[in-house]
T-cell receptor, first 115, second 114 residues
Framework: AQSVTQLGSHVSVSEGALVLLRCNYSSSVPPYLFWYVQYPNQGLQLLLKYTTGATLVKGINGFEAEFKKSETSFHLTKPSAHMSDAAEYFCAVSDQPGGYNKLIFGAGTRLAVHP | DADVTQTPRNRITKTGKRIMLECSQTKGHDRMYWYRQDPGLGLRLIYYSFDVKDINKGEISDGYSVSRQAQAKFSLSLESAIPNQTALYFC?????????????FGDGTRLSIL
């Protein structure tokens, strides 16, 4: 079975500071990993994904994440936070290979950015 | 126009009522999903459908039913709503010919059951 743990339900940073949102996963097969962002009153928007290949993945809005198999982690980072980054972020895993791409989500991390 | 449209966007109803949430998509995807989102729990899968004739229970299907009326339409029903079904519900779609591509989500339906 697969699972996702996001450490920290709430993270608060200053504008311009580093953003680090933590995600650890459990999977018995090679995982496919995703980060989604949810702005207020909106659905989920994909930030980035890891499938195969390069372990450092770059996404939209300056975010990136690194897949570390030995640590079973896929932490999301952004060098400099912007006020518009305030949202809820979800890490998700899929066992997909060629099969059914059901997503297992973490509980989410709400990011607050203050001036 | 949105690729994945959910109706209604908001609904308040009473315990015991039958509720239907609708989802339609213009992406031409075969696969559709219903999730519910609760604070602190993330999104959990209720039902999923890989085509019109293939419907499967997800993690939390009790108290829910679905209907896949066409490739583009996937409805979620609460036969007799109860307060702990108050949540934000999302529909999503995906393309099975591109299994590593992400699911696409609608904007959600906020359901409150009094």
């Amino acid at each position: 079975a697969q699972s996702v743990t996001q450490l920290g339900s709430h993270v608060s940073v200053s504008e311009g500071a580093l953003v680090l949102l933590r995600c650890n996963y459990s999977s018995s097969v090679p995982p496919y990993l995703f980060w989604y962002v949810q702005y207020p009153n909106q659905g989920l928007q994909l930030l980035l994904k890891y499938t195969t290949g390069a372990t450092l993945v770059k996404g939209i809005n300056g975010f990136e994440a690194e897949f570390k198999k030995s640590e079973t982690s896929f932490h999301l980072t952004k060098p400099s936070a912007h006020m518009s980054d305030a949202a809820e972020y979800f890490c998700a895993v899929s066992d997909q290979p060629g099969g059914y791409n059901k997503l297992i989500f973490g509980a989410g991390t709400r990011l607050a950015v203050h001036p | 126009d949105a690729d994945v449209t959910q109706t209604p966007r908001n609904r308040i109803t009473k315990t015991g009522k039958r509720i239907m949430l609708e989802c339609s998509q213009t992406k031409g995807h075969d696969r559709m999903y219903w999730y519910r989102q609760d604070p602190g729990l993330g999104l959990r899968l209720i039902y999923y459908s890989f085509d019109v004739k293939d419907i499967n229970k997800g993690e939390i299907s009790d108290g829910y039913s679905v209907s896949r009326q066409a490739q583009a339409k996937f409805s979620l029903s609460l036969e007799s709503a109860i307060p702990n079904q108050t949540a934000l519900y999302f529909c999503a779609t995906s393309d099975p010919t591109r299994p590593n591509q992400p699911q696409h989500f609608g904007d959600g339906t906020r359901l409150s059951i009094l």
